[in-house]
């Protein structure tokens, strides 16, 4: 069965940079893509970005350009998501997902991570 | 980017009731494009529809997706005591993809 399992919480101070981990097991890694989806304390689903894990093609959400990362290791079947500058408004439980396609950033998830919280404070 | 609202904000219904919930988008989304999600507290989404009206993999016949263009909809028949969550509906045919702000379906 597919699984996609986080790294676990960090606390970070305003400024520093996180980097959340999702290994992906139970399929063949390289079909697919991986879409990172956050939700702020009592808040609802926000949509950060795709990147393919075939050929590394990314999708960022506009807000977020500049300063984030997606990147994947296919030796490991795992995908990051690196944060920089982090503000007190980057708090949030951020969700791996599997994405349906390799190559657009379109569709659907049908398949989770367990999250990972990121909170953010002096 | 397609703005996504749902309405109401919070359904208070009781066990065995019908739940209509609605989500309107900003611009006619894609081939219907459209998912529906359910959360619950602590946990991952979970996938309830796609393509606006398809179940998916072992979500029960009393939860149905429709619409097209700008209005979708999510219907629960018959309420379950394990269907009191917060639904969330989602565009996926163009970039940005983007979330409803959610619809909170509470025990009355």
């Known amino acids: 069965q597919v699984q996609l399992v986080q790294s676990g919480a960090e606390v970070k101070k305003p400024g520093a940079s996180v980097k959340v981990s999702c290994k992906a097991s139970g399929y063949t890694f390289t079909n697919y893509g991986i879409s990172w989806v956050r939700q702020a304390p009592g808040q609802g689903l926000e949509w950060m970005g795709w990147i393919s894990a075939y050929n590394g093609n990314t999708d960022y959400a506009q807000k977020l350009q500049g300063r984030v990362t997606m990147t994947t290791d296919t030796s490991t079947s795992t995908a990051y998501m690196d944060l920089r500058s982090l503000r007190s408004d980057d708090t949030a439980v951020y969700y791996c997902?599997?994405?349906?396609?390799?190559?657009?950033?379109?569709?659907?998830?049908?398949?989770w991570g367990q999250g990972t919280l990121v909170t953010v404070s002096s | 980017e397609i703005v996504l609202t749902q309405s109401p904000g919070t359904l208070s219904l009781s066990p065995g009731e019908r739940a209509t919930l609605s989500c309107r988008a900003s611009?006619?989304?894609?081939?219907?494009?459209l998912a529906w999600y359910q959360q619950k507290p602590g946990q991952a989404p979970r996938l309830l529809t796609y393509?606006?009206?398809s179940r998916a993999t072992g979500i029960p016949d009393r939860f149905s997706g429709s619409g097209s263009g700008t209005d979708f909809t999510l219907t629960v028949s018959r309420l379950e005591p394990e269907d009191f969550a917060v639904y969330y509906c989602q565009q996926y045919g163009s970039s940005p993809l983007t979330f409803g702000g959610g619809t909170k379906v509470a025990i009355k």
């Open positions: 393509g606006a009206s």
């Open positions: 997902a599997r994405a349906p396609y390799y190559s657009d950033s379109s569709g659907y998830y049908g398949d």
């Open positions: 611009r006619s989304v894609r081939s219907s494009y």
